[in-house]
């Protein structure tokens, strides 16, 4: 008792200032959000019952709201362009898509078979590699200058494809470890992320247009772009510490932890690496292939982290995206970091249909770090 009143304090605050000072150096500003990430698990792990039951209520019923609010912050960084824009440069999403929902999962299916002998925690490696891509891999390429018009399309089409190919390749791959539900994982995909994506879609075109013609509505609209992106850093934070609180005994205990660590940064850093080099032989010029590997890379965690609550009913499966959420977070920042200084040679090939490359999504900036 001792040591978690000593030691508990000193371990949250010790992460906690690590975090503020991070956020505060742009060269260290990418780090923040891990950091935060780790001051919440800690807390989760000293303190479980912070993070299990607030007044009688249970805590894990808020997951799927706070992922809800998440993706209604996605939705309010979308436009329709980003949608049609499939039809500028069809070739280079489609082979993204491909390399999205091909090579995440079933890396996801070798490492799980690789690492782990427990059903549920293969089930939640598999899990995050059938997710969708996450709006992280927008800001990525954005700061390693990539192309934000292809990543951002390409996270607008497989995020509105997942309610079909997330569920097909978690039968497909994870049946043999638990029972998976192809219509409930579906619904609960298109309200966990279809609607208020398409909800902050709509808000993002009313609040545009009434900022037009009205002042007060454009003030509303730049203050919600810029508290959405620290709503969303907070949920995922405190996601994170309810799912660690509601496995605490079993992390404690197991001695699956840094396997499961392995297994994620292993599946993240084969996912650019096959992103880039399956986009490369297929022929896409090296801004694109960048682009396409950053957005297999990174996943929406958080949607895995909620389907493997409230679908798998296992905060086992919850681990491995719970790891993979902040890890890519750290790991794209230095990879964008890493390309920023390094253009890639310019293409002499011939190019697809050149399009606009939008404006950095509002709120977007070197601060911000997402699921």
Excluded at 18 to 27: E, H, P, V, Y
Excluded at 337 to 354: D, G, M
């Amino acid at each position: 008792m001792q040591g978690t009143v000593l030691y508990g304090p000193l371990t949250i605050g010790f992460f906690a200032f690590l975090a503020l000072a991070a956020s505060r150096s742009k060269t260290y500003r990418g780090f923040a959000f891990t950091l935060w990430v780790a001051a919440f698990v800690a807390a989760a792990l000293f303190y479980p019952e912070a993070f299990r039951t607030w007044f009688g209520y249970e805590l894990g019923g808020l997951i799927v709201p706070l992922i809800q609010i998440i993706m209604f912050g996605m939705g309010t960084q979308l436009t329709v362009a980003d949608f049609q824009r499939v039809l500028a440069m069809p070739r280079a999403v489609l082979i993204g898509m491909a390399l999205q929902f091909l090579v995440m999962p079933f890396v996801g299916f070798g490492l799980a078979a690789l690492f782990t002998t427990d059903p549920e925690v293969a089930a939640g490696i598999i899990l995050v590699g059938s997710a969708p891509g996450g709006v992280a891999s927008n800001v990525m390429t954005y700061l390693a200058r990539g192309n934000v018009a292809l990543s951002v399309t390409m996270t607008a089409c497989s995020t509105l494809a997942a309610p079909i190919m997330t569920p097909m390749m978690m039968t497909l791959l994870a049946g043999a470890y638990v029972e998976v539900g192809f219509s409930s994982l579906m619904l609960s995909i298109i309200n966990m992320i279809i609607v208020p994506v398409i909800g902050g879609l709509v808000a993002n075109m009313a609040l545009t247009r009434l900022g037009r013609s009205h002042p007060v509505a454009a003030s509303l609209s730049d203050f919600i772009m810029r508290v959405l992106p620290f709503i969303s850093m907070f949920s995922i934070c405190f996601i994170i510490g309810i799912i660690t609180s509601l496995s605490r005994e079993a992390l404690l205990a197991g001695g699956f932890v840094l396997a499961v660590l392995v297994a994620v940064i292993l599946h993240n850093g084969l996912g650019y690496l096959f992103g880039y080099w399956g986009s490369r032989l297929l022929g896409l010029r090296k801004t694109d292939c960048r682009t396409v590997a950053i957005e297999v890379g990174l996943q929406n965690a958080g949607m895995a982290s909620g389907l493997a609550i409230e679908v798998l009913k296992s905060p086992l499966a919850a681990i491995p995206p719970a790891i993979f959420g902040p890890w890519m977070n750290m790991s794209g920042a230095i990879l964008a970091s890493w390309w920023k200084n390094r253009p890639p040679e310019v293409s002499v090939s011939a190019p697809e249909k050149r399009v606009s490359t939008p404006a950095p999504v509002p709120g977007m900036s070197e601060e911000r770090s997402v699921e």
